[in-house]
T-cell receptor
Framework: LAKTTQPISMDSYEGQEVNITCSHN???????ITWYQQFPSQGPRFIIQ???TKVTNEVASLFIPADRKSSTLSLPRVSLSDTAVYYC???????????????FGTGTQLKVEL | EAGVTQFPSHSVIEKGQTVTLRCDPI?????LYWYRRVMGKEIKFLLH????????ESGMPNNRFLAERTGGTYSTLKVQPAELEDSGVYFC????????????FGEGSWLTVV
């Protein structure tokens, strides 16, 4: 299984850029890297997904080095509402039927303060 | 486009009773997944359907859990008889059938067994 390691928690202040790094040393060739955000009492919400290099969307950027053994989620100018748990996930390499089982870790609890 | 919907959102049952959770995936998504998080633990994979077929049920905890997806549309997860340790939140997720497609989660069904 492609396991991930990320910091348990991070603190930040409103308006700052937050970078959360995740290591996934045994990522498989066909694995994608996906980040989810989860608020209490809600399901994980998709943020961004990438395979290599850099991906950017309206809410975040994802940086993936050439060896793909780590990735960094970058949240620009966070606000109080960004306080949540952020999960870094990779598929387990067994792409069956087009599906890709995800293995959740502990996630990173981001706390944004004024 | 409607997201993944789950019913009921909350359920409280007594030990020994039966509960059936329902998941409606996003229209057109052949892949359907069940995950759960029990108190204090990480989110864990339960099983994966491709259309109506069970592709991977390696995460199902025991034979008290039965998942079905008749017709390849919605899915049900039945727990019979429920035990105290089954309390937690059950997430359903879905994705299109091709590698690298994003997996979208529902808001979860919160089960309390008393």
């Amino acid at each position: 299984l492609a396991k991930t390691t990320q910091p348990i928690s991070m603190d930040s202040y409103e308006g700052q850029e937050v970078n959360i790094t995740c290591s996934h040393n045994n990522i498989a060739t066909n694995d994608y890297i996906t980040w989810y955000q989860q608020f209490p009492s809600q399901g994980p919400r998709f943020i961004i997904q990438g395979y290599k290099t850099k991906v950017t969307n309206e809410v975040a950027s994802l940086f993936i080095p050439a060896d793909r053994k780590s990735s960094t989620l970058s949240l620009p100018r966070v606000s109080l509402s960004d306080t949540a748990v952020y999960y870094c996930l990779v598929g387990d390499g067994e792409v069956t039927g087009g599906g890709n089982k995800l293995t959740f870790g502990t996630g990173t609890q981001l706390k944004v303060e004024l | 486009e409607a997201g993944v919907t789950q019913f009921p959102s909350h359920s409280v049952i007594e030990k020994g009773q039966t509960v059936t959770l329902r998941c409606d995936p996003i229209s057109g998504h052949d892949n359907l997944y069940w995950y759960r998080r029990v108190m204090g633990k990480e989110i864990k994979f339960l099983l994966h359907f491709v259309k109506e077929s069970k592709q991977d049920e390696s995460g199902m905890p025991n034979n008290r859990f039965l998942a079905e997806r008749t017709g390849g549309t919605y899915s049900t997860l039945k727990v019979q008889p429920a035990e105290l340790e089954d309390s937690g939140v059950y997430f359903c997720a879905s994705s299109r059938q091709s590698s690298g497609n994003t997996i979208y989660f529902g808001e979860g069904s919160w089960l309390t067994v008393v």
